[in-house]
């Protein structure tokens, strides 16, 4: 599966994004997606994850309340809404697929499939 992701950019405090990751190549339920990132000088790191029929999620403990993962099956796409951003979630954001589709991975090695990043800035 390929995946591209789109939406980042530049942010004030306070204010919203929404990121998109479409998925291309192979059946998109077939897959587990997160949304990892990885900020300056640190290690990529999860900020959520959707199961493959998309009741269930997980969010990093930093980022539970202001950001929502979701996903359209129908249009083979994952979202990260982001609200009341701060300049702490400055980093380059990734999504992520796992085959696991039973599993609901937090951990980098879970998953077998990645998009570029998109580069996410909070900033006055």
């Known amino acids: 599966v390929q995946l591209q992701a789109s939406g980042g950019g530049l942010v004030q405090p306070g204010g919203s994004l929404r990121l998109s990751c479409v998925a291309t190549?192979?059946?998109?339920?077939?897959?587990?997606m997160a949304w990892f990132r990885e900020a300056p000088g640190k290690e990529r790191d999860i900020a959520a994850a959707?199961?493959?029929?998309?009741?269930?999620?997980y969010y990093k403990t930093s980022v539970k309340g202001r950001f929502t993962i979701s996903r359209d099956n129908a249009k083979n796409t994952a979202y990260l809404e982001m609200k009341s951003l701060t300049p702490e979630d400055t980093a380059v954001y990734y999504c992520?697929?796992?085959?696991?589709?039973?599993?609901?991975?937090?951990?980098?090695?879970?998953?077998?499939?990645w998009g570029r990043g998109t580069q996410v800035t909070v900033s006055s």
């Open positions: 959707v199961s493959w029929h998309g009741t269930t999620t």
């Open positions: 190549g192979d059946t998109f339920t077939q897959y587990t």
């Open positions: 992520a697929a796992s085959s696991k589709r039973w599993v609901l991975g937090r951990e980098v090695s879970d998953y077998e499939f």
